[in-house]
């Protein structure tokens, strides 16, 4: 007998649709190394809203609307958190 530990969708409690399929950890698209456990269906949900925020602000590269207005300020600082 194995104990296999299913991790349950974070979209479960919030999303208006139901569940689809099982949850299990994907990594974040945003790049942050985090892993998210989502279904199929709020997984594709994650997907389709990050889609146009990823195409507008790659995170490799600084975006053309970016500049400096301010002296140290950079696009690509590591966060101190
Ligand atoms: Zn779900």
Do not use: K, Q, V
Not at 7 to 25: K, L, N, W
Not at 29 to 46: E, I, M, Q
Not at 47 to 61: G, H, M
């Amino acid at each position: 007998m194995t104990d296999t530990i299913t991790p349950e969708c974070i979209d479960a409690d919030t999303a208006s649709e139901p569940c689809t399929g099982p949850a299990y950890d994907r990594p974040a698209l945003s790049g942050s190394g985090f892993t998210y456990a989502r279904c199929d269906r709020h997984y594709d949900a994650y997907a389709a809203r990050l889609a146009p925020i990823l195409a507008d602000s790659p995170d490799t590269d600084t975006p053309p609307w970016w500049w400096d207005t301010s002296s140290d300020e950079t696009w690509n600082d590591p966060y101190d958190c």
